[in-house]
Nanobody
Framework: VQLQAYGGGLVQPGGSLRLSCAAS????????MGWFRQAPGKEREFVAT????????VYADSVKGRFTISRDNAKNTVYLQMNSVKPEDTAVYYC????????????????WGQGTLVTVSS
């Protein structure tokens, strides 16, 4: 599985942005899909994950209520809708695929995209 994340950019505090991650292959729906992020000078951290059907999202406490993860299996794409963004959301965002659902640890994810930069600043 190859993953390509895109949609990053500069957004003002309080604004919105939608990230997308396109996957290759015909078995996309079998994978749990996750979003992680890495801020400058910090370790990469879990943001959100969703199961193969798209019915059971899981979020980090820091983004709960502001971010929404979803997927379109017909398009082999997973999304991260980011609302009410804050400067602390500034990071490189990565999408990743796991054979397990609902997992938050990086080692559970076997395929990774290249990352897309989100900068929250006025």
């Amino acid at each position: 599985v190859q993953l390509q994340a895109y949609g990053g950019g500069l957004v003002q505090p309080g604004g919105s942005l939608r990230l997308s991650c396109a996957a290759s292959g015909r078995t996309f729906s079998r994978y749990g899909m996750g979003w992680f992020r890495q801020a400058p000078g910090k370790e990469r951290e879990f943001v959100a994950t969703i199961d193969g059907s798209g019915s059971f999202p899981v979020y980090a406490d820091s983004v709960k209520g502001r971010f929404t993860i979803s997927r379109d299996n017909a398009k082999n794409t997973v999304y991260l809708q980011m609302n009410s963004v804050k400067p602390e959301d500034t990071a490189v965002y990565y999408c990743a695929a796991s054979v397990r659902y609902g997992v938050r640890k990086e080692y559970e994810y076997i395929y990774w995209g290249q990352g897309t930069l989100v900068t929250v600043s006025s």
